[in-house]
């Protein structure tokens, strides 16, 4: 079993920057794939963006690309979702999740076994 806590939410304004960090509380974090999904009221949870157990295959969706950028340290057991250029629109209570079958693109929630509680992103206009 694998906890996850998100941590570095908060209130910015519109064009500001936050950075996101996911723990994990195993060692073998490093051999499990990770994603970043948001969930906003009323709304489906969203996958953001997601990246290989080593940090060298990422993928994005593409309201992410150019603006955020998902990156892990395995030695500190966490992985980073670096957002610039945030937009109203990017309110939401941001996820991390861990999971470990290479046979799904990782893009869905049902590709991952653990997630974490989340994070709350508000950008204000």
């Known amino acids: 079993q694998v906890q996850l806590v998100e941590s570095g939410g908060g209130l910015v304004q519109a064009g500001g920057s936050l950075r996101l960090s996911c723990t994990a509380s195993?060692?073998?974090?490093?051999?499990?794939?990770v994603g970043w999904f948001r969930q906003a009221p009323g709304k489906e949870r969203e996958f953001v963006a997601r990246?290989?157990?080593?940090?060298?295959?990422?993928l994005y969706k593409e309201f992410a690309k150019g603006r955020f950028t998902i990156s892990r340290d395995n030695a500190k057991n966490t992985v980073f979702l670096q957002m610039n250029s945030l937009k109203p629109e990017d309110t939401a209570v941001y996820h991390c999740?861990?999971?470990?079958?290479?046979?799904?693109?990782?893009?869905?929630?049902?590709?991952?076994?653990?997630w974490g509680q989340g994070t709350q992103v508000t950008v204000s206009s």
């Open positions: 999740a861990a999971g470990f079958n290479m046979r799904v693109a990782g893009a869905a929630p049902s590709d991952y076994a653990f």
């Open positions: 195993e060692r073998t974090f490093s051999t499990y794939r």
């Open positions: 990246i290989s157990s080593s940090g060298g295959v990422t």
